[in-house]
């Protein structure tokens, strides 16, 4: 084993080597207060919808998702589609927070093309949140909700 090859071998066990960087995120949901009011842990939603999702049909369906304008914050778009099980929320720190899928539509491959994405996040006054969404099996962890 050469010298480089072995001290990058060192600092990987020592926890030293840098990581494999993650992929960019398919989205990004970031809030700052600017009102400078603390905001206590609250339940945020967003609707997500794939790249290939059509526009919602004019329907009772529809209707009972109460669509966001297509402009609003709360709407956002990810630019390929993943399966439910495939998806992992990250906050600010890298570390993987709970959220919630639900109201979920799939295409005949079992991938999602809209939902709405749930999660709790807080803020302290003048502060903010940064949460991303990435495509990758989620790690288990024992928070509860």
């Known amino acids: ?30 809030v700052r207060d600017v009102l400078d009011l603390a905001w206590p842990r609250t339940l945020v939603t967003y609707l997500i919808e794939s790249g290939a999702a059509a526009a919602p049909a004019a ?4 209707a009972a998702l109460s669509v ?11 630019p390929q589609t993943v399966k439910p099980a495939e998806l992992r929320l990250l906050d600010a ?7 919630q899928l ?9 991938e999602v093309v809209s939902a709405r994405l749930s999660f709790f996040a807080q803020l302290a ?5 940064r949460y ?14």
Request: hydrophobic fraction near 50%.
């Open 1 to 30: 084993m050469n010298r480089s090859l072995r001290s990058l071998v060192w600092l990987a066990v020592l926890g030293l080597a840098p990581l494999p960087a993650l992929a960019a995120p398919l989205a990004v949901f970031e």
């Open 125 to 129: 006054a003048g502060g903010a949140f």
């Open 59 to 62: 329907d009772n369906d529809s």
């Open 93 to 99: 720190e890298g570390k993987e927070a709970a959220f």
């Open 132 to 145: 991303e969404l990435h495509a990758g099996p989620p790690v288990a962890f024992a928070e509860t909700l």
């Open 102 to 110: 639900w109201q979920v539509r799939t295409n005949a491959a079992g």
């Open 68 to 78: 966001p304008d297509p402009a609003s914050p709360a709407r956002v778009r990810i």
